[in-house]
């Protein structure tokens, strides 16, 4: 059993910067891939970026450049740099390991 903790999201006007965080739970976490995922109203859930157990990363065109994915093996974290924030980009994002998702943290963005 594996449990995911995100923290970090909250309202920001365009332009702005928020740092998302999973805490994840278990020792899985240093082992398997992480990803976070997005879901805007009306929409289908995204794939935003993802780390490899390697450190590897990959991201969605639309958030090339401005979003970074990081990890934290020793605090069992993942993290998601956002920067220059767009009211597009709002939404719930959820962290995900294996099958297990978090519960979700709500990001908006709106002047």
């Known amino acids: 059993q594996v449990q995911l903790v995100e923290s970090g999201g909250g309202s920001v006007q365009p332009g702005g910067s928020l740092r998302l965080s999973c805490a994840a739970s278990g020792r899985m976490f240093s082992i398997y891939d992480m990803g976070w995922y997005r879901q805007a109203p009306g929409k289908q859930r995204e794939l935003v970026a993802a780390i490899t157990s390697a450190g590897s990363t990959n991201y969605a065109d639309s958030v090339k450049g401005r979003f970074t994915i990081s990890k934290d093996n020793a605090k069992n974290t993942v993290y998601l740099q956002m920067n220059s924030l767009k009211p597009e980009d709002t939404a719930v994002y959820y962290c995900?390991?294996?099958?297990?998702w978090g519960q979700g943290t709500q990001v908006t963005v709106s002047s």
């Open positions: 995900k390991l294996l099958i297990w």
